[in-house]
């Protein structure tokens, strides 16, 4: 079965404010595909009544012209979520932006809009053996972003100035949420696990005593390939599920050569159903889609796509 990594989704009460944003501080490049979803099939999709999404596809930084991407969307009618979104949150937690300058960057975030989470750290890290600089901020929505530079940055990357490296996702059981997304998507691990605590790590993500423990997956579909960072805190933020329509990272999307299959194959390892399953064709540029929405074991939405003819 063929799988890739597609997209990882941000509900906004604005979106165009927001994609300016992600454009202007990480270099990220719109696609030419107006996002603008409804009728009776995205109500099926969705599980929700009258829906309707618009807003913009943006190409992350650092891969190949076909993904992964970042979709900005804003519902017409949206739950907003008002909690103050922290690193130790339960959930979709934050994205991660590889840059070879940690001060110009988040000197340019908060020129944005963006503001300051935790503070700038350099820290040592044996079982890598390399040193990261980095920083936890927010966009201008709360949204927490992770800004990273290893040392080794130029020696893996030597044409780039910014490469998306990770989404995060904090669990409540990181080795069954590890092993969820490795049966079902084909993610591959990455050793050594995380054993992370200590002062430093208190003032990079902002929460007091933080330590957690968790491991990198790799996203399928990718030379040089971005991960899921699954992390359980000691001393996790439990949020209530998230809804679709939610503001923040809402969901997650893989792409893949049959739909039902791989639903089947999710369900099977304890995940849960969203929405239909549903088929529809776009007049305008014939692309023809299957999709559905699950949730894995611990209630983050994910999206299955199957692109049968054109399209982005």
């Known amino acids: 079965m063929k799988v890739k990594y597609r997209h990882t989704c941000i509900v906004t009460e ?21 996002i603008d979803l409804k009728g009776e099939w995205f109500d099926k999709l969705t599980g929700l009544e009258d829906a309707h999404a618009a807003g913009e596809r943006l190409l992350l930084p650092g891969h ?9 969307v804003s519902y017409d009618d949206m ?5 103050n979104k922290i690193n130790s949150q339960k959930g979709y937690a934050h994205l991660c932006f590889e840059v070879d300058d940690v001060e110009a960057t988040y000197e340019a975030l908060k020129a944005e809009g963006g503001s300051a989470n935790g503070e700038v750290v350099t820290q ?10 980095l920083v936890y901020a927010k966009d201008p929505d709360g949204n927490s972003v992770e800004i990273l530079a290893w040392s080794d940055f130029k020696d893996r ?12 996702i904090n669990a409540v059981d990181w080795q069954k949420i590890v092993d969820f997304y490795s049966v079902v998507f084909g993610c591959s691990p990455v050793f050594p696990t995380r054993d992370i605590k200590g002062q430093w790590f208190a ?5 007091k005593d933080a330590a957690l423990k968790g491991q990198h997956t790799e996203l399928p579909g990718f030379a040089k390939p971005p991960t899921f960072e699954i992390f359980t805190y000691e001393n996790a933020y439990q949020d209530k599920a998230k809804a679709i ?13 049959d739909v039902q299959l791989m639903l089947a194959k999710a369900l099977a390892a ?6 239909e399953t549903i088929k529809e064709t776009f007049e305008d540029d014939g692309r023809s889609i299957e999709m559905v929405y699950f949730k894995d074991p611990e209630e983050n939405i994910i999206g299955l796509l199957n692109i049968t003819s054109g399209g982005n």
């Open 14 to 34: 604005d979106w165009k404010k927001l994609s300016g944003f992600y454009q202007n501080v990480f270099g990220c490049i719109p696609v030419d595909l107006e």
């Open 64 to 72: 190949d012209p076909y993904g992964p991407y970042l979709d900005i």
């Open 79 to 83: 739950v907003v979520n008002e909690v």
């Open 124 to 133: 040592y890290y044996p079982e890598l053996d390399k040193t990261a600089h």
């Open 157 to 168: 990357y030597p044409n780039d100035s910014c490469v998306y490296r990770h989404t995060n």
């Open 203 to 207: 003032d990079v993500t902002g929460v």
């Open 245 to 257: 329509n939610e503001t923040g990272v809402a969901h997650v999307c893989f792409e893949v050569d």
């Open 270 to 275: 304890g995940g849960s159903p969203v929405g």
